[in-house]
Every structure is written in C-alpha cells, then in structure tokens.
C-alpha cells in the first residue's frame, strides 16, 4: 500500500498507465484481410466481409494508436496535448473515447468496449480463415454493419437462384435442426423480448429477455409454399440492441392460435442482436 501511495505521488498516472497497458496487451497487433480473387470480388458476401475486415483493421489501429500514445504520456515520455489530456479524461471515468465510436453501438463503458471489440476481431478472423463464408456460424450482432450483411446475403442467393431481389422474401428457423439447404445462414446471440419461445412458436414468459437458441436466416421465393405459409405469423421487429433505437430487420415468427396478436404487441414483443455480457 505504501509503495503505491508512493509512487502514485511520483507520477499520478501510475495506475491508468497499468491499466491502459493492460488493454494493449489484450488486443490483437493487426487484422489479416480476405484474399481478392476475380470471382471474390463478384461475391456480394466477400464484399461485405471484406469491408467488415476493412473497417475493423482501421478501427483497430486508431485504438492502439490512442492506447500507446496514452502509455506514454503515463510514463512521461509523450507531450500532454489536447487529444492526450481527452484520452486521459475519458480513460480515467473509463468513457469511449469520440473517436472510437465509428459504429452503432450500445451505451457502453470503454472496458466493456475493448472487451466487445476483441471479441468482434476474433470472429472476423475467423471469417477470414474460413473456407466458406456462406456457412460461417455468425455472431450477427459482433459484426459493424449487420444491415448490410441482409443486403449481402440477399444479393448472393439471388445471384445463385438467378432471381431479382423483389422476388426473395426473409424466412426464420429458430432452433431444430439445420435445414437441409445450401442457402441457410447460422446466426448465433440472437435475444428475445417480451417472450419465450418453445415448441416452434412464441410462448408468454415473465423473462424480460431469453437468448435464443441457433437460428437459420433463408431467402425464399416469395411463390414458394414455405413462403406463403407465414403469412398469418407475427412481424416481430428485430433492433440492434435493448435501446431500440436501430431497426434491423424483421422476423415472421409463428404464435399460439389461442393467443390474439395483440396480446404480443402489447407486450412488446421484440429480438435483439446484441447483448452487453
């Protein structure tokens, strides 16, 4: 205790200067990108992983950029500058720096975020080792621009079926097992509000929020039998997260005959695709 009141008279930021070092050590040095090819860069899903790669390895550098800078001023080898004494301010009451915040995101503290981003990071590593980003187990709410994921993967299985884009129509499967399709895309992280699910169908829970088990997004004709029997299903929004503030998507989910909808709207009822852990 003495030495650290110490040294802590000696230099004040002794202990942001532990912490900061600390969260250097935690994030990866770099992002490896996809590899081009011809026929990668006519794949609307590379695209939009490649862009994803893109954006995470510039945001990865501007925040290790930040964090060394920081170092050094805590140990008294860097100019304290305007941008300096901000990052010290906002690392010390443990806020996001402005300039990392260059997606949607939630309110989150700036520990929570390194923890978020590492975690982004290690998936998109992943996406780039792996041999097809059609079948890739994704953290949907762990990717920046999940909205353009859905244009992604629309436009790919459009390309594939040789249909437009109006004739491809959003089908959910929550849980099971996989479908025995080629087109179906794994999404993992997924919560739900204002009900459970069970048996294939919403259930009334007290839960404000349930994770949901696997699900599988498809793009179906919109002729297609599977199709058309959504049509008496719940349009239950999907937001980016518990603010509600960005609407992704929505989701055509199957309820109880014997419970009206408007029992659902009254409730709420919602899915999200991030979750503070």
Known sequence: ?????????INPLAD???????MLENLPD??????RSEASLRDPLWRCY???????????????QDLSLLSAA????AKSTNEVRQLIQDLTTDQVPKAWQRF????VTATQYLGDLVKRLEQLRTVVSCSSLQKHRLWYGGLFFPEAFLTASRQAVAQEKKVSLEELNLLVQIGGDAPPHDDAFEMTGLHLEGAAWANGQLVVTDELSVALPLLWLRWVHI???????????LRVPVYLNTSRSLLITAFSLKTPKDIPNAVWVQRSVAVTIWTKQ
């Open 1 to 9: 205790g003495e030495k650290r009141r110490a040294s802590a008279l």
């Open 50 to 64: 490649d862009r994803e790669a893109g954006f995470g390895k510039s945001l990865l550098k501007k925040v290790r």
């Open 74 to 77: 805590c140990e008294g080898t």
């Open 223 to 233: 002729d297609s039998p599977e199709f058309k029997q959504t049509a008496d299903y």
């Open 30 to 35: 770099s992002l490896e990108q996809l590899q």
């Open 104 to 107: 949607a995101m939630a309110k």
């Open 16 to 22: 942001l200067g532990a912490k900061v070092h600390e």
